[in-house]
Structure formats: C-alpha cells, structure tokens
T-cell receptor, first 116, second 118 residues
C-alpha cells in the first residue's frame, strides 16, 4: 500500500531556530513530491520536487529530494511565528505525460509551532 | 498564479438536508478537479476525482450516493452532500491542476468549506 510518512508529527521551537521536517514515501509510479503549508484553511503550495539532489529555495525555506532513499526534507531557517502551520508532504503518483489524473497521497503533516 | 475559488466558506445545516459546495477555477480550465475531506488535525483525504463531462471517480469507502459530484463545465465542479448528518461535519477542500499555461502542474487548492451539520 502506498504511503507517505512525515516526522516529527509535532514540533515546538523558538523564533530564530532552524527546523528540518522529514517526509518519506513508498509509492508506485512516483512522479513528484510536493510540500504545502496549511494554516487555518486550505494548503498553499511551497515546492514541487521531481529530481534528486536539486535543492529548491524560497526565502528561508528550502527543500531537497532523494529518490534513491525515498525521502525529502523541508528546512526552515531563522523561524518566525508566522511559520507556525501544518506542513504537508504529498506524493504525486500519476503516470505518463498524458495522464492528467491526479493520484496524490498526503502525509499526516507536521504541526510546527514557533514561539516568540 | 492560478486561482481556485470555493463557495461557501462556511455552512451550517440541519440534519437531513442537502448542501452544495462549488469549486471554480477562475483563470484556467480544469478538466479534472479533486475533492478532499479533512478532519481536525488530520491530513487531507482524497474523496473523489471530478471529471468534466463524465462521472466522477470515487475513492474506496466514499459513498457515491452520499457525496454527489457534478463537473458540468471546465471551470466548475460541485459537491453535494445529500441528507447530511452530524458525522458529515468536516472541512471539504477542492483542488485543480493547471496545465494550460505550461505550468509545472502543481495543485491549486480552493479555500475550503467548513460544513457543520446540526
């Protein structure tokens, strides 16, 4: 059975700390791995990773994928209270360029709390 | 970026009534949209894939007659919770993938609809 596992499930840090969130997966027909940030409502897109070893960065956030070991990490440096959210990892297991169907598997999320 | 709009954001209804939630892609055409359900402090669970002009594809364990999905146009999908009961109370989210502008194909989510059944 395809699955996505995230760790830790919950994390409390203080402003300025650096955090690393983990996502491991076991899926068939891997296409890409995505990270989302969810605050009070729907998730917002952070990164999409398709190739191993290529780091994606956006401000204080960065992420990298290891397709051999089947995991990804999301790093947040110099955390701020506004980073408090649930961070979701999702794996897209759609197959083929003509297959627009979605077959995402979401992890349980990591609930990050950043204290002032 | 692409925008997906969901309406209503909040809905409270009496047990036994039906509730319709709309999901619109505002600046792109989406042949396929996806409906999720999220319980408190849990991850998103895919309920069904909505296909424009054809029947939706439901995930295992999701009642087709309970959660009616209609995708009548390339920009609108609706989810109707029929004969709602308190256990249907949840946060429902739709999403769509924008391929029309050569994007990388990431999902865009609606704002979500919180349903409370009394």
């Amino acid at each position: 059975e395809d699955k996505v596992v995230q760790s830790p499930l919950s994390l409390v840090v203080h402003e300025g700390d650096t955090v690393t969130l983990n996502c491991s997966y076991e899926v068939t027909n891997f296409r890409s791995l995505l990270w989302y940030k969810q605050e009070k409502k729907a998730p917002t897109f952070l990164f999409m990773l398709t190739s191993s070893g290529i780091e994606k960065k956006s401000g204080r956030l960065s992420s990298i994928l290891d397709k051999k070991e089947l995991f990804s990490i999301l790093n947040i440096t110099a955390t701020q209270t506004g980073d408090s959210a649930v961070y979701l990892c999702a794996v897209d297991r759609s197959g083929g360029v003509d297959n627009y169907g979605q077959n995402f598997v979401f992890g349980p999320g990591t609930r990050l709390s950043v204290l002032p | 970026g692409a925008v997906v709009s969901q309406h209503p954001s909040w809905v409270i209804c009496k047990s036994g009534t039906s509730v319709k939630i709309e999901c619109r892609s505002l600046d792109f055409q989406a042949t396929t949209m996806f409906w999720y359900r999220q319980f408190p402090k849990q991850s998103l669970m895919l309920m069904a894939t909505s296909n424009e002009g054809s029947k939706a594809t439901y995930e295992q364990g999701v009642e087709k007659d309970k959660f009616l999905i209609n995708h009548a146009s390339l920009t609108l999908s609706t989810l109707t919770v029929t004969s709602a009961h308190p256990e249907d109370s949840s946060f429902y989210i739709c999403s769509a993938r924008d391929f029309t502008r050569g994007s990388t194909g990431e999902l865009f989510f609606g704002e979500g609809s919180r349903l409370t059944v009394l």
